[in-house]
T-cell receptor, first 109, second 114 residues
Framework: GIQVEQSPPDLILQEGANSTLRCNFSDSVNNLQWFHQNPWGQLINLFYIPSGTKQNGRLSATTVATERYSLLYISSSQTTDSGVYFCAVVSGANSKLTFGKGITLSVRP | EADIYQTPRYLVIGTGKKITLECSQTMGHDKMYWYQQDPGMELHLIHYSYGVNSTEKGDLSSESTVSRIRTEHFPLTLESARPSHTSQYLC?????????????FGPGTRLTVT
């Protein structure tokens, strides 16, 4: 099956700093989503981005499907951005999401 | 904003009990999914459904079972809970729209079996 690798595994930022989270995948994808998991365990949809670039406030994402990677940018980080960020993909003729191991982000005041 | 609900949110239960985790969505989505997530780990698909009377096992083997009698409802059942079933269970749904679609997640059920 498809492999999804996220880096770095852990990230510590000072409030106000910018960061880039990376997701590499091993095959072509039909769907790529970025999620933020809050401390209560809920997965919040950030972006649905199988290709191209999208922006939502301080967050933006870019997927370069031909090179099999996606980037999530967080600008002017806030303590509420802390949590785990997951990249997940669908590949082939099925509808199953395969998740990466996640990136744990800690934003310090 | 997605409308997908899970109950209970938290459940502590003794070994050997039968439990059912509820999942409902009001978006009319055909596809529904159950994922299992251990603390600090990635999510793994355990069951999915493409519509009424359709259920399939996912990538991670699970002793749980599911049913899909109504489009909006996708309950997960454990006939005899064991401590190894302690985990978070997340339900998701997506519309039937070719190969590309967005999945929406419920708030999850955190299960502890003592």
């Amino acid at each position: 099956g498809i492999q999804v690798e996220q880096s770095p595994p852990d990230l510590i930022l000072q409030e106000g700093a910018n960061s880039t989270l990376r997701c590499n995948f091993s095959d072509s994808v039909n769907n790529l989503q970025w999620f933020h998991q809050n401390p209560w365990g809920q997965l919040i949809n950030l972006f649905y981005i199988p290709s191209g670039t999208k922006q939502n406030g301080r967050l933006s994402a870019t997927t370069v499907a031909t090179e099999r990677y996606s980037l999530l940018y967080i600008s002017s980080s806030q303590t509420t951005d802390s949590g785990v960020y997951f990249c997940a993909v669908v590949s082939g003729a099925n509808s199953k999401l395969t998740f990466g191991k996640g990136i744990t982000l800690s934003v310090r005041p | 904003e997605a409308d997908i609900y899970q109950t209970p949110r938290y459940l502590v239960i003794g070994t050997g009990k039968k439990i059912t985790l509820e999942c409902s969505q009001t978006m009319g989505h055909d596809k529904m999914y159950w994922y299992q997530q251990d603390p600090g780990m990635e999510l793994h698909l355990i069951h999915y459904s493409y519509g009424v009377n359709s259920t399939e096992k996912g990538d991670l083997s699970s002793e749980s079972t599911v049913s899909r009698i109504r489009t909006e409802h996708f309950p997960l059942t454990l006939e005899s809970a064991r401590p190894s079933h302690t985990s978070q269970y997340l339900c998701a749904s997506s519309p039937r729209r070719g190969l590309s679609y967005e999945q929406y997640f419920g708030p999850g059920t955190r299960l502890t079996v003592t």
